[in-house]
């Protein structure tokens, strides 16, 4: 394997996810390795209304100091519903981008099911890498149409299938013909060094006692009633501190700051971890449901690596390693754990470092056919 294109659910930026420390490894362990990352499309229709700062795309350029890294973005100007030929563009875009830096016969990487059409245009052979389950995931229906019919044609024809959590693997596995690989189970895990490296109290941190939450703030995963009654209850106690990218809508964004939590956004890593690391608790304000059940949080491992008090609702993960508690218990379980005496940073349990993750995975790519349906 020399190259590869990733068709990401997520951009490559300063928070990293699954796929940027995988990638990542990924280069360091296989030095004739080049990645073309394809990114979601820039929506600048969609960011005015969200009142938020209109984005473009760009064209093939470098990332980090590797020289065998790209990351692409196209731009989508209209819904789909006004421009039904976008996704026939963005797939020979891709195609471009990948001509242009010399991939002849790549191996294409896809997190998008609703991006199948790049395995069936180009017919690269392709991997499918399961990250969260969003057949079930609150969508309009012709949007979760296209996941469902994406995702059926990647299991039934990928050459191979990843998933990040056995959950998803046991929901997926009967939809994967015998003919084929089964699915591969590669779970999350965390940078332990680096986690456990002592960082200073970052100044975003309010004076008093902190419960942290990090990751992206999404209302398919965050318990936004939660957050709120947390917050009210804990004022003048406990600040709460939502850490990670904004992605709530207008409404759930304002009821939450209403509420006296922090919205800070995306921070550096180095701020992030010692986000984490001087909190007096952390906390999983999660919804319960199918869609979360099927998840492998990486802020378990995250969490898990800097050692502090944890408070999470009982979702997938959290509850196989804590005692979880639900949303009437929430916000006497926060205001306890930021109570403790207990304030080292001593690291907790010893979660799984991304770096048994990456061998993992460079055995699932290295053991591709040659050639497309060999």
């Known amino acids: ?28 362990l296989d ?36 020289g065998r890294l790209w990351s692409w973005r196209p731009t989508k100007w209209f819904p789909r519903r006004i421009d039904a030929g976008f996704d026939g563009r963005f797939i020979r875009g891709i195609q471009d981008a990948a001509d242009a830096l010399g991939f002849r016969d790549p191996v294409l990487w896809v997190n998008d099911p609703r991006m199948a059409g790049v395995m069936t245009k180009t017919g690269w052979r392709t991997l499918y890498d399961i990250t969260d389950d969003w057949a079930v995931a609150d969508r309009p229906a012709a949007e979760r149409d296209r996941i469902v019919e994406g995702e059926s044609l990647l299991l039934a024809e990928a050459d191979e299938v990843v998933a990040c959590s056995p959950e998803l693997e046991h929901r997926k596995a009967a939809q994967r013909p015998s003919e084929r690989h089964p699915i591969v189970v590669i779970r999350n895990a965390v940078d332990v060094e680096d986690y456990q490296r002592p960082r200073r109290r970052p100044a975003l941190l309010p004076a008093g006692r902190t419960a942290v939450y990090a990751g992206t703030l999404h209302e398919d995963r965050l318990d936004v009633d ?5 917050a009210e209850a804990l004022t003048g106690e406990v600040s709460i501190v939502l850490v990670g990218p904004n992605a709530l809508g207008r409404e759930a ?57 944890i408070v999470s609702t009982p979702v997938a993960g959290f509850r196989d390693e804590l005692r979880c508690v639900g949303p009437a218990e929430y916000p006497a379980e926060v205001s306890a ?37 060999d």
Not at 1 to 28: A, F, I, K, P
Not at 346 to 357: K, L, N
């Open 31 to 66: 030095p004739d390795l080049r990645v073309l990352f394809v990114e979601p499309p820039a929506d600048p229709l969609h960011d005015a209304r969200s009142r938020r700062r209109p984005e473009r795309g760009h064209r093939s350029r470098p990332v980090g100091d590797t």
């Open 337 to 373: 754990a930021a109570r403790t005496e207990e304030r080292s940073l001593r690291p907790g349990s010893t979660p799984g470092d991304w770096s048994s993750r990456v061998a993992e995975m460079h055995d699932v790519l290295c053991r591709m056919p040659r050639e497309r349906g």
């Open 1 to 28: 394997m020399s190259d590869l294109v990733v068709v990401s659910l997520e951009r490559w930026d300063d928070v990293w996810r699954r796929n940027q420390y995988l990638v990542d490894g990924l280069l360091r």
């Open 226 to 230: 939660l957050v709120v009654s947390t």
């Open 253 to 309: 964004t304002e009821r939450v700051r209403s509420a006296g939590a922090l919205l800070p956004g995306a921070q550096p890593r180095d701020v992030l971890i010692g986000c984490l690391q001087h909190a007096e608790v952390l906390i999983v304000p999660h919804l319960v449901n199918a869609f979360t059940d099927s998840l492998d949080p990486i802020k378990l491992y995250e969490y898990l690596a800097v050692g502090r008090p």
